[in-house]
DNA sequence: GATGAATGAGAATTCATTCAT
DNA sequence: GATGAATGAATTCTCATTCAT
């Protein structure tokens, strides 16, 4: 099946997302064209420009989507009651969130955060889901320490598509340590 | 003291380093212009070519800086008696470095990794120096997950600058916790 | 009719690369910008690079257009029965050619070989195709002052364009001598 | 001995000259910068303009050395008794001027003939001398194409470094060969 | 006789974006 | 839904040249 075929079954506007994650994810944000995107999928420039009204509106949708999950944790883990137990079932959902998608496109989040500060202001409210989700992590009244430990055990998943690099194991062995050792960063007390 | 005079005593290939790291960090190294750091200085693109080749060049020169101290730490703790009292005060060392320019260093390196991994394809010997950093880290026969900790217990501490922003505390305050934590993550045997 | 109008109707890539040939042989290839040819047809620099990839593209799709003539020239006589008449021939021929557009071609060939040599390291096959040609022109075992005679009479038509400036004589009487003394020059033996 | 050492007793100024001339004759004029005139003396771009006032200057003063040895050729023949003899002296006189830096410099003139008429309007008197030549190789009263033939049997000559290229014979077998054709194509009655 | 530092002008090229069809 | 043609603004980089020391 050409790309030309792919399309016109698929949705192109989805594939534009895949393609577009993908390259700002290996070769950065702004050393990504549109024109690089065009190429990808066999369309024309123009045609983008059918579906997304812009470069940055492209990013936007990538965020809103991994939004949408972000805000479905935190929703249902403000639901639950608060503990320890609670602390370690999101932290696994996390990872389960991460292990799809979503690590690709924090990877591509934490090596473009500049860029992406500039484009959302965050008018999209990922930092306020991960403030949530930290406070669920958190236990109330929790030392500096503790709250970085929270922080930590989020970025400690993320951070796996980054340093695994040049360690010689498979990425779902690694994707197991960093769930071990993200658990043991958690603060332990109620 | 206006720019000018101020060159005509500091160096103006130092000044040049310093402005660029800023607006690296600050801005990210695409969305930094050669137009824009020459403007930070009051002096002409022009020049900016006189003492770097490129813009490449600028950040080949930033990395050999930061090399530098980190091979000097990699070569005294290869000179000294392995073991769990090493670790930690590599670990400490390393903090003293980041405290310093290093830690806008890391916050220019790990925002814009990609760039880097396409400008330096590590002639510069970085990556090799981590390893070497991690070698001593690590206990012989290390488990992934404790091989996966010695990478955290560095990174934390380089993981400040980033992630600081939304916690109510210090800069210090922050730095000590995370020397706390990197601590605790070093793999406890011999 | 304006510069657009007649754009609209006459294929804007071929009006550049007329409009360019025009200024690389009358100012020379490095002495001419893209800014300039643009600037002849009324037209932005960007919309020269819509129809070609960088300068050097501009003067490949030139050379390939005469590459196509010289090739048909070649393929031709390597068809005919060899001998002084055929050699005639093809002489008269390479004139026909010359007397378009090739002259003004030669003329930038000839006064930018240097540039050229540096642009096309002959994946165009030009110097193949002029082999060929010297070999039709050439006697078999022919001595090195034959093998000369040959290149001059060809080269001898391509100067015109170069030497006639001083000559008071109109253009066409100085190719019909250039023909003469270009005949003169084939070796005469079969 | 050094570059620096050579340059402390052969004169810079003339060693500029010969520098200059290879590098404008092997990537032409324009290709050419100051800076890489100086880099291949080891001497700084400033050093050249202490000797010449520009890079036009530097290849005035080209000129002019090979203006000398025609004007002497041309006011020597002036002198002598015109006719057929005269004019093969002549022709071999110029052979023997180009034998030696005058070939390069005709490889050159020929090769960046725009730029050079762009830099001098013949305040150099070359174009002048060339024409004296010219009436002293064509008889009184000469067809077109016998003065398209005075042309050429200089031009024959002055060839011979381009065309030189592709044929399997040394340089001065094929110089030979040049002188030979030249004469041929002199007018033959008085 | 020469250098180090700097400049202003201009080069080629790329980009996100637009719009009539 | 998509294209071809074009634009304006920006980018990196190079060049000839100058001048105080």
Same mark, same amino acid.
Request: a negative charge; charged letters at 30%.
């Given at each position: 099946m050409g790309a030309a075929a792919a399309r016109k079954m698929g949705g192109t506007r989805a594939q534009i997302q895949t393609v577009a994650l993908r390259l700002f994810a290996d070769h950065g944000y702004e050393a990504t064209s549109m024109r690089a995107i065009a190429e990808q999928l066999s369309i024309t420039k123009a045609a983008l420009y059918y579906h997304f009204a812009s470069k940055e509106d492209i990013v936007r949708a990538l965020i809103a989507a991994m939004l949408v999950r972000t805000a479905e944790l935190v929703q249902w883990a403000e639901e639950q009651e608060p503990g320890p137990a609670l602390r370690r079932e999101v932290l696994s959902r996390w990872a389960d969130i991460m292990q799809d998608q979503g690590l690709r496109m924090f990877r591509f989040l934490s090596a473009n955060q500049v860029a992406m500060r500039e484009i959302t202001p965050d008018k999209s409210g990922m930092a306020a889901q991960l403030k949530r989700l930290f406070a669920i992590l958190t236990p109330p009244n929790a030392s500096v320490a503790d709250q970085l430990r929270a922080r930590l055990s989020l970025a400690v998943i993320n951070m796996v598509g980054m340093t $695994? !690099?040049?360690?010689? $194991? !498979?990425e779902d062995e690694i994707l197991a340590a960093a769930r071990l050792i993200s658990a043991e960063l958690l603060p332990k007390q109620s």
């Open positions: $695994a !690099s040049d360690l010689d $194991a !498979s």
